[in-house]
């Protein structure tokens, strides 16, 4: 179990970075971002990733930070995911994403896992890109071109798999502060306590003179990317709050999850079934910390 | 002097016992708690080569030709070894039973995904890697064996074709009246189970460093042994080496509970060295390579029972019908795992008949290894779960109806059906201590109260026998020859009166040596600093065997009871001319040698000592200046087995009782242990503290194979678990926190009347948390009869009660 | 075989220097560069925590970062834990209170709680039970791992060393 041979890169900026991407694209050197690498090094010592090139962001200071800009929490991407779940800011604002930190792995991982490492390796079982989906963060990249902001629904492509081009680095996910009054959950159903989740789910919930006036549902681990389930926030529209809706609510999100991932720990079957008790448990989770 | 081994503290020479049965600080832990004791890896020797394995993707395939030219010509690759080396300088690996053993890297065809194909050394890890991939295997698949259920039907491909079948063992064995007893029964239970493959899993893998010497031809092998004379004798025949030319060196063991993968990776590193020129080669098994071949699965059971039962609810017979899958050949030595369970087939209980009809077959799995329990884990789940199921069913409670058939106080020695006898205990008396320590009463009512809730609550009781003291009889049935396991000790004691005790056995985290220094250490009435305990390679040891079948504190303690009594004596013969007193009237007693009935007429231990070793001018005629002794101790009593293979086989039997509560989630199928109690007799407690880490510690791993964990195979024999993602060992999060109760029903027969304490737990968690979630599961009319309850399985269950009402 | 790199680093207070190749794992480049053996391996893909060291004052991985990556790190292991005065309360505490039987994953336990107990002197069970519960134990049961952990938690309140 030791990684294949690799040509290694630490540049000193983000633009010697991008540079660098840019050279190895244009030769057609397989050339892989390293940030925390809590993912990358297991599959490297495992040999199912070989990458030519690795090129670590681990000198660039400029993207370790955690901001307050008002409505808008900006986390740059080589921040640690400890030094998220640490974050005041984060814990007291925007609680959900803290939720989801706390449920990755255990201590040591999040300790040098970074939160932009997660965003861009995009697995279906983790956290953030549910969290993402949930909050409609948006994630900035850097290219040879420049910087643009791309939207959750739009970033996560599928199975491992962003709209990151192989020349741009992500560079800061933002998210919005959580409105007052807004319930939140984040909950997952795993074999063991910091496992990856056999289902999992990001909710929100707001209520208005007792009924639900909005909501967001995202269940991840299910499928090759975290998903929306509009068929459950339709259910609870207007509707006032209780367990039997949001069991129905759960039934009805489960029920349009397309070919839910089977593996040695949970058939498809029983991941669309858990995903309607998640569902469900995370609404009554909202339900209790809102107001309205 | 024959003195008997004694079987009580009381006969120790001291009448302040400071440390033998209390709780004292291991001397193992200085070195294990800094980082510095010598763990296999931690190991180098000058120009040391590093081992790589390449290994079958195919269950079965045969293999067309192997061209290792590219991965020769990489640099830093000292050696390529194939099956053709093999044949070439090796036989295949001995099993019991014989005939069933492959060569250590495969030979015309593989057997399972895993198996080794070729090997290669060089100059590190990574580079034998690299040369791994460059390493060209042409397969024509063959049909897999996939699972034992099919593995006997003609039209199923042979894993031995020599052989003619994929019988390994087809035993049936008729203890008492069965037919008779099952006749006049007023009710018959029978239930299936399957019991899927778990394994040891300890954190640290099989490492070794192997050194072939060609011009003595000899061979040096370090590595994780637990049984190093066992590993030499092994070595030698498949290295074709004569033993007494193989020494192994054991190291620490960072855990072992059964097989560490070790014959094989031995002779691969052995070999390579061999082809290396004498260099010495390191082989560490990885994590991914343990789990897929490592000899870390056992268990893949099929089982049907059935339990006779009088109406006054007497259990008078019991048939167990198993088909046992050992994966891909005998190699592992997992068929004793099928013979264990007659050292205490019928459990706590008396029933007066048993059968019990078994089928070991061949599959293209990984091969089965011995586990912690080697065997009875699986076959207390069934009889526990049978007793559950008369209890129910006849509407008696559980903890009752197991107190109607247990074994009576005075009945003991006691001989099962199966042929062991247990030499003591009180059952009733564990039970109702466990019963006790719960709170039983009030467990029910707050089960009653979460019932009414609609909740899944449940209550599990499970007794059972750890047969401790493990003799080769107790494995004839399966082929393995022999009566009596030897462990031997030497002790000497320098001129200083310091003390240092020589074993054949390594560190591998039981505490023997502490236990052996707590012990000299009482009897010579000196510190326990004053005592060493070294370990020594199988060039120097006394005949051993090592860590393995609930023994090791029983033997060693006997062995050194031994040695410690033959000292005496030669102490005693120089204190008499020291003290001018008649031989018979000196005695050592609180580590002074003294005249019986003149005690102020003494001299200390030191001083006698001294005097052996350094004026044997005033030794009487004839003695040697010596205050040393070896002694090699075997459990005493033991009986050829007759045909149906009983046998005195284990000499101790220990008792004990796991209460538990738990609670069935039923939307998800997650199990959550609620309370968990254990009362636990095995006999006298050489320390009390190790013993309850054993219990402890065997509660996780029952833990582990009643919840969490599997060897999970495709219908294609395609393993799919190879990761620790994947193979669910518990964390602090899923292990209960446990209430421990003692009790001290002392051996009449063993060293100071201590019990194989070892593997209790395992024996019995799994048995006991399964009766829990099939009590909380038993109002909706269905029970678990497959380990492990996983998740899926309950609330597969749980739907099935539930009439698919709701399909998500 | 892919360029030489240079590492820099401080494990337990001493500096080295080495050129190693960017493929190696820090927990090899610990054990066979530095022969700092008392980090071990147990899974290699970051489940056991076995390896766990302390980087830059938290608890970490060793198998799962490339030696090149601890560049410039100041590193602790186990071999750092007791000094010229003995041993370090935390492995005090876990021989007293029975917290390891083989010793194997023991490391990589006692920096997780090295890393706990310097930053709160008080913890809670689920503060230890965070701390700890990705590293797994196959000997103990972890219940005497628990009971060291607050012994330990105690002994360094205490201020007491052995």
Known sequence: MKPAPFDYYAPESLADAIALLAKFDDEGVEAKILAGGQSLMPMLSLRVARPEVLVDLRKLAELHYIRDEGDTIAIGSMTSKRAAEESALIRERQPLFHDATMNIGHLPIRAHGTVGGSFAHADPAAEYPAAAIALDMQMKAVGPDGARVIGARDFFVTYLTTDLAATEVLTEVRMPVLAPGTGWSFREISRRKGDFALAGAAVLLSLAGGRISDSRVVVFAVNATAVRLPAAEQVLRGQAPGEALFREAGLAGAAEIEEPIADVHASADFRRHLVSVVVARGLAEAQSRARG | ?808 | MAQLHRVRLTVNGREYEREVEPRMTLVDFLRHELGLTGTHVGCEHGVCGACTIIKNGQAVRACLMLAVQADGAELRTVEGLAGADGLHPVQQAFIEKHGLQCGFCTPGFLMSTVELLEGTTSPGEEQIREAIGGNICRCTGYQSILESVELAAQKMRAGQGS
């Open chain 2, 1 to 808: 002097m024959t003195n008997a081994i004694p079987t009580s503290f009381d006969a120790l020479p001291t009448t302040q016992r400071r440390f033998i049965g209390r709780e004292v600080d291991r001397i193992e832990d200085r070195s294990l708690v800094t980082g510095h004791a010598p763990f296999i890896d931690n190991f180098t020797l000058p120009d040391m080569l590093h081992c790589a394995i390449l290994r079958s993707p195919h269950p079965h395939a045969r293999i067309v030709g192997i061209d290792t030219s590219r991965a020769e010509a990489l640099p830093g690759v000292a050696a390529v070894l194939t099956g053709e080396d093999m044949q070439r300088w090796c036989n295949p690996t001995a099993t019991a039973p014989e005939g069933w053993g492959p060569y250590s890297l495969a030979v015309g065809k593989a057997r399972f995904v895993g198996e080794p194909v070729a090997a290669v050394a060089a100059t590190s890890r990574y580079i034998a890697e690299d040369a791994c991939e460059l390493i060209d295997v042409e397969y024509e698949l063959l049909p897999p064996v996939a699972d034992a259920t099919t593995a006997l039907d003609l039209a199923t491909p042979l894993l031995f074709e020599e052989n003619g079948s994929n019988l390994i063992v087809g035993r049936n064995f008729v203890w008492g009246d069965v037919e008779g007893v099952f006749a006049a029964a007023d009710r018959v239970f029978n239930a299936k189970f399957r019991w899927n493959r778990v394994g040891a899993n300890p954190t640290e893998t099989f490492g070794c460093v192997c050194q072939w010497d060609l011009i003595e031809d000899r061979l040096t092998c370090h590595g994780s042994y637990q049984t190093p004379s066992f590993m030499g004798l092994g070595r030698a025949h498949v290295l074709r080496l004569p033993a007494n030319r193989i020494n192994i060196v054991s190291h620490p063991q960072g855990g072992g509970f059964g097989g560490k993968g070790g014959p094989r990776g031995t002779d691969i590193a052995s070999l390579l060295s061999r082809k290396s020129g004498g260099r010495p080669v390191k082989y560490i098994e990885d994590r991914v390579e343990y789990l897929l071949a490592g000899g870390g699965q056992s268990w893949d059971r099929y089982y049907e029972a059935w339990l006779a039962v009088r109406a006054d609810g007497t259990v008078t017979g019991l048939r167990v019908q198993l088909l046992d899958d050992q994966g891909a050949g005998a190699e592992g030595y997992g068929t004793i795992s099928v013979a264990k369970p007659l050292a205490a087939f019928t459990g706590c209980y008396r029933i007066e008949a048993a059968e019990y009809d078994v089928k070991v077959v061949c599959t293209n799995r990984a091969p089965s290894y011995p586990y912690r329990g080697y065997g009875p884990p699986p076959h207390n789940l069934v009889l526990e779960s049978m007793m559950d199921l008369a209890a129910r069913e006849l509407g008696v409670d559980p903890a009752e109806f197991r107190r109607r058939n247990y074994i009576r106080p005075e009945q003991f020695p006691y001989t099962i059906p199966s042929g062991n006898e247990y030499d003591s205990g009180n059952y009733e008396a564990t039970l109702d201590k466990a019963l006790e320590l719960a709170g039983y009463a009030e467990l029910r009512a707050q089960q009653q109260r979460a019932r009414a809730e609609g909740r899944l609550v449940g209550i599990g009781i499970a007794s059972t026998i750890e047969p401790g003291v493990f003799d080769w009889n107790a494995y004839a049935t399966v082929g393995v020859p022999g009566v009596g396991v030897p462990e031997g000790i030497s002790i000497g004691i320098n001129l200083l009166g310091e003390i240092t005790a020589r074993v054949g056995f390594n560190l591998q985290g039981q505490g023997q040596y502490t236990v052996v220094a707590q012990l000299l250490a009482d009897w010579f009435g000196v510190e326990m600093g004053a005592v060493r305990v070294v370990y020594t390679d199988t060039d120097h040891a006394p005949p051993h065997f090592g860590q393995g079948g609930s023994r090791l504190g029983v033997s060693i303690s006997g062995a050194a009871l031994g040695a410690c009594q033959r000292i005496t004596v030669k102490l005693r013969r120089a204190a008499s001319v020291l003290l001018q007193a008649p031989f018979e009237q000196v005695e050592l007693m609180d580590g002074v040698l003294r005249v019986k009935d003149m005690p102020q007429a003494q001299i200390p231990l030191a001083q006698v000592v001294g005097a052996m070793l350094a004026r044997s001018d005033l030794l009487p005629e004839g003695m040697q200046p010596d205050a040393s002794a070896t002694s090699v101790w075997t459990a005493p009593g033991r009986t050829a087995p007759d045909e149906m293979g009983r046998c005195k086989s284990y000499l101790t039997a220990a008792n004990a009782c796991h209460v538990v509560l738990v609670e069935v989630d039923a939307d998800t199928g997650k199990t959550e242990i609620l309370k968990y109690v254990i009362a636990d007799d095995c006999g006298t407690r050489l320390n009390p503290s190790n013993v309850e880490g054993m219990i402890q510690g065997g509660v996780a791993q029952g833990v582990g194979a009643a919840l969490l964990e599997q060897y999970v195979y495709t219908d294609e024999a395609q393993p799919l678990v190879s990761t620790f993602m994947d193979y669910l060992v518990p964390t602090i999060n899923e292990v209960p926190m446990t209430q421990k109760a003692a009790l001290v029903t002392p051996s009449p027969f063993a060293p100071l009347g201590a019990k194989g304490c070892g593997e209790g737990a395992i024996h019995t968690t799994p048995a006991v948390l399964i009766a829990a979630i099939n009590d909380a599961l038993s109002p909706l009319g269905v029970q678990v009869r497959e380990t492990p309850a996983s998740p899926h399985r309950v609330w597969s269950l749980i739907r099935s009660a539930r009439g698919d009402r709701a399909s998500v």
